[in-house]
């Protein structure tokens, strides 16, 4: 069964670092997404992706957040110079289709990428 | 903007029986949809079952099944013959244009 993939499954690293987070979406799938959980919290959407664009973002995606698409099979998030609470399970999702479109899949998740920040 | 509301923080089930989780929801559109997930201490998200607002029959998976009440906009998780495995939090999602907008969560702890 096809599965979203992302590297690393954790990372710790300084206040103030770069940090790339790798995600290989669904081969066939259009739609690329970043949620983030702060721990013992609910998922909060970041970014959507497609067509080699930002479709939409919230506001926690402010400044120190990117995202590319740089080979075509690869989508990673930046998180330019990082603090203490970014802290948090960084998840990709991919789906077929929009969300509000029929051929919207549930959006499937990686297992995620814990990220700590000292 | 979509709002999901789950207001159990947290429930004990025996092992065997059912149990409800409850998520309520507001919207202004007529076509949407909705989700649920698990989230084991591992941390993963695992998708369980979708409702779309046209679906004239609740949705069923295995074990899981889903009380859609249009009207009360309420998408109620169903859970029968809980295992020790189905500890886990859960949550209730809807679909809003490019993104799904979660509900808080509700961790279900299962007794033997």
């Known amino acids: 069964e096809p599965e979203v993939t992302q590297t690393p499954s954790h990372q710790v690293t300084q206040m103030g670092q770069e940090v790339i987070l790798r995600c290989v979406p669904i081969s066939n799938h259009l739609y690329f997404y970043w949620y983030r959980q702060i721990l013992g919290q609910k998922v909060e959407f970041l970014v959507s992706?497609?067509?080699?664009?930002?479709?939409?973002k919230s506001e926690i995606f402010d400044d120190q957040f990117s995202v590319e698409r740089p080979d075509g099979s690869n989508f990673t998030l930046k998180i330019r110079s990082t603090k203490l609470e970014d802290s948090a399970m960084y998840f990709c999702?991919?789906?077929?289709?929009?969300?509000?479109?029929?051929?919207?899949?549930?959006?499937?998740f990686g297992e995620g990428s814990r990220l700590t920040v000292l | 903007a979509q709002k999901i509301t789950q207001t159990q923080p947290g429930m004990f089930v025996q092992e065997k029986e059912a149990v409800t989780l409850d998520c309520t929801y507001d919207t202004s559109d007529q076509s949407y949809g909705l989700f649920w997930y698990k989230q084991p201490s591992s941390g993963e998200m695992i998708f369980l079952i979708y409702?779309?607002?046209?679906?004239?029959q609740n949705a069923t998976e295995g074990r899981y099944s889903l009380n859609f009440q249009k009207a009360r906009k309420s998408a109620n998780l169903v859970i029968s013959a809980s295992q020790l495995g189905d500890s886990a939090m859960y949550f209730c999602?809807?679909?809003?244009?490019?993104?799904?907008?979660f509900g808080a969560g509700t961790t279900v702890t299962v007794r033997a």
């Open positions: 409702q779309g607002s046209y679906d004239e």
């Open positions: 992706f497609y067509n080699n664009e930002i479709s939409e």
């Open positions: 999602a809807m679909k809003d244009d490019y993104k799904l907008s």
């Open positions: 999702a991919s789906s077929e289709g929009r969300a509000k479109s029929i051929q919207f899949t549930p959006g499937l």
